[in-house]
T-cell receptor, first 112, second 116 residues
Framework: KQEVTQIPAALSVPEGENLVLNCSFT??????LQWFRQDPGKGLTSLLL?????REQTSGRLNASLDKSSGRSTLYIAASQPGDSATYLC???????????FGAGTTVTVRA | NAGVTQTPKFQVLKTGQSMTLQCAQD?????MSWYRQDPGMGLRLIHY???????DQGEVPNGYNVSRSTTEDFPLRLLSAAPSQTSVYFC???????????????FGNGTRLTVT
């Protein structure tokens, strides 16, 4: 069974600091890994999807890396802003089916 | 673009009552799914569908029914509500070959359900 872990559960940083969010998974046979953002009272928004053949994916200030062999992914957010405050979740497919296994998320607070 | 639309946004039920959570998407996605989100537990898959007329169970299907008569709609039915079903429910959609096609999942804004 695929288990996805995100540590820490919560993180508070001053504005301008770089954020590093971690995601680990137990089964390395994955097609891809997705990072999502969830604002309070809202649904999840897909931020980045890294294919298994890729080592990293970038979008603006966001960069996600993937190391399948070690079962880890890291989401970097450069020069954090108060608007980056949200919960960030990672998810991987369960086997060949499009059924995602989610981590519990890291709640980020960026202090102005 | 409406994307994935869920109704209602909030609902309070008494134990034993039944109700249907609605989900509709306008992106012509073959794949649709229902998740529940509970504090500290992440999201857990309830049911999913890879196309009209096809449904299957996820991790936590007990107490829930689904059907998929059209590509656009995927309602979730609670047969006899229990306090353990108090949660936030999310509907999500993607292309059916989402895994291999590396297609991201699109979520609705959720339905917050309380069962007393």
């Amino acid at each position: 069974k695929q288990e996805v872990t995100q540590i820490p559960a919560a993180l508070s940083v001053p504005e301008g600091e770089n954020l590093v969010l971690n995601c680990s998974f137990t089964d390395s046979a994955i097609y891809n890994l997705q990072w999502f953002r969830q604002d309070p009272g809202k649904g999840l928004t897909s931020l980045l999807l890294i294919q298994s053949s890729q080592r990293e994916q970038t979008s603006g200030r966001l960069n996600a890396s993937l190391d399948k062999s070690s079962g880890r992914s890291t989401l970097y957010i450069a020069a954090s802003q108060p608007g980056d405050s949200a919960t960030y979740l990672c998810a991987v497919p369960l086997g060949n089916d499009y059924k995602l296994s989610f981590g519990a998320g890291t709640t980020v607070t960026v202090r102005a | 673009n409406a994307g994935v639309t869920q109704t209602p946004k909030f609902q309070v039920l008494k134990t034993g009552q039944s109700m249907t959570l609605q989900c509709a998407q306008d992106m012509n996605h073959e794949y649709m799914s229902w998740y529940r989100q509970d504090p500290g537990m992440g999201l857990r898959l309830i049911h999913y569908s890879v196309g009209a007329g096809i449904t299957d169970q996820g991790e936590v299907p007990n107490g829930y029914n689904v059907s998929r008569s059209t590509t656009e709609d995927f309602p979730l039915r609670l047969l006899s509500a229990a306090p353990s079903q108090t949660s936030v429910y999310f509907c999500a959609s993607s292309y059916a070959d989402g895994v291999k096609a590396n297609s991201p999942l699109h979520f609705g804004n959720g339905t917050r359900l309380t069962v007393t």
